[in-house]
């Protein structure tokens, strides 16, 4: 059975920085898409970054652009989000999702939540 468990959550100050951990388990991420989405407060869920399996297509939320940036490292199953310069609207729960289907463009992934897996989420708060 496919799982997903995010880490790396916390509060930090506007302009500070944190890493998101992403473990996979039961299956190989290596060759699936990855995306990471957040929900903050009041508001609708909302597409990050997504990643194709090859690591060729990366689309980024112009929200998040120049300052969060998505990896892979295959050899631990783990896909991680830096976020650097984080900003009070940065605040929510950011979850990551996985997905094996390859005629899904990132952008559609990420845009219309076209993942099959996904984890319980992690709370980010971004806060003076």
């Known amino acids: 059975q496919s799982h997903l468990v995010e880490s790396g959550g916390g509060s930090v100050q506007p302009g500070g920085s944190l890493r998101l951990s992403c473990a996979a388990s039961g299956f190989p991420l290596n060759n699936y898409a990855i995306g990471w989405f957040r929900q903050a407060p009041g508001r609708p869920y909302e597409g990050v970054l997504c990643?194709?399996?090859?690591?060729?297509?990366?689309y980024y939320s112009e929200s998040v652009k120049d300052r969060f940036a998505i990896s892979r490292d295959n050899a631990k199953n783990t896909v991680y989000l830096q976020m650097d310069n984080l900003k009070p609207e940065d605040t929510g729960v950011y979850y990551c999702a996985a997905d094996a289907r390859t005629l899904i463009t990132v952008q559609d992934m990420c845009e219309n939540m076209r993942m099959n897996d996904w984890g319980r989420g992690t709370q980010v708060t971004v806060s003076s």
């Open positions: 990643m194709s399996g090859s690591g060729r297509d990366i």
